[in-house]
């Protein structure tokens, strides 16, 4: 065994002919524990299993998921882009003047005739007529008794009801509904079916099944110009999400009454249905192709209930409707009387009627409004699961408790992003609740013990970072101490603090790994130090991840403060390709990259520049009032989220020449007076721009306003700044403007004293 721990710490040379015996599995054992830990053994273990009822998709699952699509669905419904559909009611009005329902079939045909005259492009019934009509005349002279002989076999002599029917049904573009049975049932097969032609595998094992099918009378069905049917099921928890474009039933495959109305209006003779192995992709008619999910149905993407798609059944049968709304429409009769017992609950509506339904689906379908839920999205969701799971068992040990809560806040915002873009953008559902909630089991079965590991992990990485990252005594110091004096002189400069926003993460990142985070420094340190220099900058010092530096000495610059901010141009994009270039790296590596983002304060003012320290040791560095408050601004640089902010000293030395915006005046912590600070957005270009002093106009009176406590005016100039700085390329003000706004509404709570001014108070550095 001791033979063998030298080899693996290189001990002992490969080549020496020596071929050490394996290390015994108990001790293959422990190291593997050791390694991995059984906290996250016992994580990985948990992961399987969620993914596992992922898969299973048990009831609760499937109702978390449903109701998360609800959810997207309250918050944005669909618009109302087109409406090729009335609904003719049978409304409690129609019944108070028509009587109860059903009504004689030449009323119904009289709404045929009527509808059909108004220019109706299609009529479709979202009801079925499968009994002869029992108030017609010869039925009548059958069931009344006594009758007079002459009397009845005058009845007997007149038309029945259903041969009116079937005429105006057969003047017309009349659709007819037909709805599933539970028990089997046996058509005439006479009766008219619709044509269907399957491009790939058979579909019948993914369509939605009904033993029986309920027809109309044959002399309608015979008069029809189509018929499908109108069957709705709600999903087990009641509510209506989706809708069978095709079914089987009595065997064979049949259309819905949407899908079939369309069929007619096309003239097509048969439905395309297209599938693939893994069920049904689509249904098609000439110059039309809707996308389903693997079981012929498509997600409908409500809107509200709209009272403005129907007209009452009374006012057409009465003539006072206005014939303008049924012209070049497809018109639909159905009911919303609550004694006919059509109504639906969907994600937005608590009862909807069932004929509202389809016409919603009739407009979804034609506007290619459908949601999508593809059949990779379970794939995708376990994908999601496993890669967020193992993101979580990997890195809790090298993040800790904390950061790791605020990583995962951050993955959940972004798929819970994803998840709204795709559905309002894309109209495609994705599930994120499971991975979140999956996720966060996980989560919990590491937090305290990882928190605990990274508490000691931080010491130690504070231990390695001070021997990696303490400034080294210079030799020649050492060598002739004789030729050093303290003491400085007096001159105006231009100070300039830079620090890295978030160092601690990134530092944690390299917990274990000390000497590339040292390399890593170098490789940000050592380009910044450039545009230093390149811009006559002398470098002050380097306090771990930040610089200290100054313009002005020891050599004289007349033109210190515009070389600062083209030193502080040069430092932000040269941040901006490495960090472009590192996470190309990272991509092609297959690690994980964390962004490298500076903040930079710069003043001018009259400092005291030479040797300072002690006789034992001592800099070449700048002491007084301006470079304090240059450290101030770089610190609340952060605050205001920007990149940079300057003095008032040095923005009125290049406002002519950079593109400045003043954003406050500040009273920084440990300073009396107030100063006026700006930020720098661009050079000399930017600031010739027009959009640059539009924006810099509204920005302006921005300012103005909110100085006044014009809070209602200031909003509003600030609504027109977002306007405006969206359309500047590499102008981002957002966090300034999301600033502004929590003070304004807290000043319109708590108004600041009358002799504010405008002046604002940091509290920190």
Known sequence: MKTFLRRQAGMLPTGSGYVPPPPPPSYRRRSLLRRVGVDRLTALALLVALIAVRLIDPAPVELLRLRTFDALQ????????????????????????EGQWPWARTRIADLVIRLSHAGATAIVFDMVFPEPDRLSPDRIARSIRPMDASMADRLEALPSTDAV???AIRSARVILGQTALAQPTTSDGGLPRTGFAVLGPDPSAFLSEFPGLLHNLPLLEHAAAGRGMFTIVPERDGLVRRLPLVMLAEGRMVPAVTLETLRVLTGAGAILVRTDAGGIRSVALPGLEVPTDAYGSIWLHFNAHDPAR??????????????????????????????????????????????????????????????????????LEVGLTLVVGLGIIVLAPVLGALRLLVLGGLVAVLLVGVTWIRFTQQNTLQDSTFPLLASLSVYATLIFSNYAREQMGRQRIRSAFSQYLSPALVEQLAAHPETLKLGGEERTLTIMFSDVR?????????????????????????????????????????????????????LDDGDQEAHACAAALAMIARMDALNALRKVEAESGGHPVLPIDIGIGINTGRCVVGNMGSHLRFDYSVLGDPVNLASRLEGQSKSYTVKTIL??????????????????????????????????????????????????????????????????????????????????????????????????ATY???????????????LDK
């Open 165 to 167: 029917l079937a005429d």
């Open 748 to 762: 319109e709570v708590a108004p600041p004293p009358a002799d504010w001014g405008g002046t604002y108070v940091a």
């Open 310 to 379: 129907f007209i009452s059944a009374r006012t057409v049968l009465d003539g006072s409707f206005d014939p303008d709304r049924v012209a070049r429409k497809i018109v639909m009769i159905g009911t919303s009387a609550l004694g006919l017992l059509d109504n639906k609950t969907s994600p937005i509506d608590r009862s909807i009627p069932g004929v509202e339904v389809q016409a919603q689906m009739m407009e979804i379908m034609l506007g290619q409004a459908a949601l999508a839920y593809p059949s990779y999205a379970v794939l």
């Open 647 to 744: 003095g008032a000293a040095t923005a009125a030395a290049v406002g002519d020449r950079y593109a400045l915006l003043e954003i406050d005046l500040i009273r920084v912590k440990g300073k009396a007076e107030a100063e006026r600070i700006s930020t720098l957005v661009g050079d000399a270009s930017l600031l010739a721009s027009d959009a640059f002093q539009t924006l810099r106009e509204a920005h302006m009176a921005f300012l103005r306003a909110y100085r006044a406590c014009a809070w209602s005016e200031a909003r509003a100039h600030l609504a027109l700044c977002r306007a405006r700085q969206a359309g500047i390329n590499g102008v981002r003000l957002g966090g300034l403007y999301d600033l502004y706004e929590t003070r304004i």
């Open 74 to 97: 309250a918050w944005n419904p669909r618009p109302t882009t087109i409406r090729p559909v009335v609904i003719i009611d049978i409304d409690e009005d129609s019944l108070r003047n």
């Open 502 to 554: 978030g160092f601690t993460t990134i530092a944690e990142f390299y917990k274990t790994d000390p000497a590339g985070l040292t390399a890593l420094m170098n490789r940000f340190l050592s380009p910044l130090t450039d545009a230093i220099l390149e811009s006559r900058g002398t470098i002050d010092k380097y306090m771990g991840d930040a610089i200290m530096a100054f313009w002005n000495a020891p």
